[in-house]
């Protein structure tokens, strides 16, 4: 496949381990975008390490070559699987971490300000007996393995050192120069997603503002460690990013349900999630990690409030979602709410319409696995709709039957958790090839 472009997308179950390989003017460029997965062992993540490692070039001194490492954003489904032995004897040339992973800029104190009160909140958790902790419902238990500090560790600190790079926290603010790993200046690696002002896109509130209209990030802080101070008594403070109301409402729902933070934080980490466009001789290719679309004020972006990814890319990015697409990651493993369309009329379903019009051109795949946790993910709406618009839908894969299930001689997209049933054999991984188009 000399010359071809390869997208490989590794079955890790519920979970992203995504290979690319890119020709560029004088060599390969060799991608790895997460390696994480939920419910699946670690050690299936070790082997499509060892997998790779087939395809990277040699670096010298026992190592393999990985160019780029992207890590879309902390949650455990895309970055479990980064443990210090299995990258031993890769060479990583940069490493981009989503901001959520701590890049402490002005725009994105108040995010992590929250991050800090959830997770004050979920130390109480921690110190409880055993017998206590197996009381809690399954939803707390979940709340309290969200993400992997290991991992976090790993990315921010030990892989860096190792390889004697500084990660970079990207957004679609950095500049391109930043962004540049092509030796050809007609391939573009793009991040149109997040954007560098979190708290404006993502998180802001609707209460106290400036003279230029601009919530202050003082104010964002306070009123998150109001939620859970450092003491074990929490004292209810003077709200100063919300309003009074949706202060009390939010504190209450926090207080009568753990599960209530894993919301607020797990869709704000979702939409802090990097999302990669890949131009290449013609071709186009999105990944989009966990980005969520909002269906509220018809899909209108706010300032200082709480916007769906998709909705910020689609007003702050829109030219280059303008134009169909070559190859699309299913977003989120095919939750409805992480791919921009809805079964509704809604002004949301645009984007789609020009990334994946029903020209049956492009191709898509989802990583998923469906699981009695969330039974609904991949949507079988979505799959039957996105099956309508891509060449590489399947209508042979047969799921248990359900009422999440798609059903039966069905078009839909592939599928890492099914393709077996059409390859005869557990391949372990899809894999699609481009050739240039111009």
């Not at 003077?238 to 409402?249: A, K, L, V």
């Not at 697409?325 to 009329?345: Q, R």
């Not at 809604?346 to 019009?357: C, G, S, T, V």
């Not at 492009?362 to 969330?374: D, G, I, L």
């Amino acid at each position: 496949m000399d010359g071809k472009l390869l997208v490989r997308l590794y079955n890790v179950g519920l979970g992203d381990c995504i290979y690319l390989r890119v020709p560029d003017a004088n060599r390969d460029v060799h991608i790895l975008i997460d390696c994480g997965n939920k419910f699946g062992k670690l050690d299936l993540l070790g082997e499509c390490i060892e997998h790779l490692k087939k395809e990277l070039p040699d670096a010298g001194n026992g190592k393999k070559r990985l160019d780029l490492l992207v890590v879309s954003h902390p949650h455990e489904d895309h970055h479990k699987g980064f443990e210090a032995a299995f990258f031993s004897d890769i060479k990583i040339e940069h490493i981009w971490l989503s901001p959520a992973y701590g890049d402490e800029t002005p725009q994105s104190r108040g995010f992590h300000a929250l991050q800090a009160a959830v997770g004050r909140a979920l130390n109480s958790f921690s110190n409880l007996s055993e017998t206590a902790l197996g009381e809690l419902s399954e939803d707390v238990r979940e709340l309290l393995s969200l993400s992997k500090s290991e991992a976090l560790q790993m990315l921010k600190f030990t892989l860096p050192t190792a390889n004697q790079i500084q990660p970079l926290y990207v957004t679609a603010d950095t500049p391109e120069a930043q962004l540049k790993i092509f030796e050809d200046d007609a391939i573009k690696l793009k991040v149109l997603g997040p954007m560098a002002d979190i708290d404006r896109f993502y998180l802001g509130g609707n209460g106290l503002m400036t003279s230029s209209n601009e919530i202050t990030t003082a104010a964002l802080e306070s009123g998150y460690n109001a939620l859970f101070t450092t003491s074990g008594e929490i004292e209810i403070k003077p709200p100063q990013n919300i309003s009074g109301q949706d202060f009390e409402r939010l504190r209450s729902r926090i207080q009568a349900n753990a599960l209530a933070v894993a919301a607020v934080v797990g869709h704000a980490v979702n939409n802090l999630s990097v999302v990669l466009l890949l131009e290449w001789h013609g071709r186009r290719l999105l990944f989009s990690g966990d980005a969520e679309w909002s269906e509220a004020r018809k899909g209108a972006v706010k300032d200082y409030s709480s916007n769906g990814s998709w909705n910020v890319m689609w007003q702050e990015r829109k030219e280059d979602l303008s134009e169909p697409l070559d190859f699309y990651k299913i977003g989120h493993h095919g939750s409805e709410n992480a791919t921009p369309w809805t079964p509704k009329d809604h002004p949301i379903n645009e984007i789609l319409a020009h990334l994946l019009p029903e020209s049956r051109k492009a191709c898509a795949v989802a990583s998923t696995q469906r699981t009695s946790r969330w039974p609904s993910i991949p949507d079988a709406a979505l799959l039957e709709e996105l099956g309508k618009r891509v060449a590489n839908a399947r209508a042979e894969y047969v799921e248990a039957e359900g009422p999440k299930s798609v059903k039966p001689n069905i078009l839909q997209p592939q599928r890492t958790d099914l393709e077996e049933q059409v390859m005869g054999v557990a391949v372990g991984y899809i894999q699609i090839p481009f050739d240039p188009l111009e």
